[in-house]
């Protein structure tokens, strides 16, 4: 495998009805160069038999396991992060899914904005029936980097692509 240029991780806890959909949204990339790196958090279903399954069909697939304390999603995205070898991360859920021409086109406009160290990308929500309307994440002529100081973030954890 070449080296990624985007390290997509992914905690993962008892999600063995969702982790697959997560995956095919991932290998559906327009874009080819990235590495997923799912963290288990001590999941008791069937995640990690189908993560490994994931893992042995596609080499730019990793499954780690949490090795450490506390359990949480935050614990698990540092572990990814510890672990990844790609230039740019993004965090997803594993319940979360991408647009297949999202890495593409965050990869094209980092690439394109040397100034950067992140920058954030919109998101919508949708259920089994479309995009719910109105569902857009990310606050428009909003200060990303004041917001992200106050704490006042306006965005969810997918929606930035970091320099690693």
């Known amino acids: 495998m070449t080296k990624p240029v985007v390290t997509i991780i992914i905690p993962c806890f008892n999600r063995a009805n969702l982790i697959s959909e997560t995956l095919d949204s991932v290998i559906a990339q327009s874009y080819s160069k990235w590495e997923a790196i799912v963290v288990d958090d001590g999941s008791t279903d069937n995640s990690i038999k189908i993560v490994e399954s994931y893992q042995k069909n596609d080499k730019r697939i990793r499954l780690?396991?949490?090795?450490?304390?506390?359990?949480?999603?935050?614990?698990?995205?540092?572990?990814?992060?510890?672990?990844?070898?790609?230039?740019?991360?993004?965090?997803?859920?594993?319940?979360?899914?991408?647009?297949?021409?999202?890495?593409?086109?965050?990869?094209?406009?980092?690439?394109?904005?040397?100034?950067?160290?992140?920058?954030v990308f919109q998101m919508e929500s949708f259920d089994h029936s479309g995009i719910i309307k109105d569902s857009k994440i990310v606050k428009e002529n909003e200060n990303y980097l004041y917001?992200?100081?106050?704490?006042?973030?306006?965005?969810?954890?997918?929606?930035?692509?970091w320099i690693t």
């Open 64 to 119: 780690l396991l949490r090795n450490r304390e506390p359990k949480n999603a935050s614990v698990c995205r540092n572990i990814g992060i510890e672990n990844a070898i790609g230039y740019y991360t993004i965090f997803l859920d594993s319940d979360d899914l991408l647009n297949p021409n999202c890495l593409l086109n965050r990869v094209e406009y980092m690439d394109n904005s040397q100034n950067l160290d992140f920058a």
């Open 147 to 161: 917001a992200y100081l106050r704490h006042d973030l306006p965005w969810q954890n997918t929606c930035p692509i």
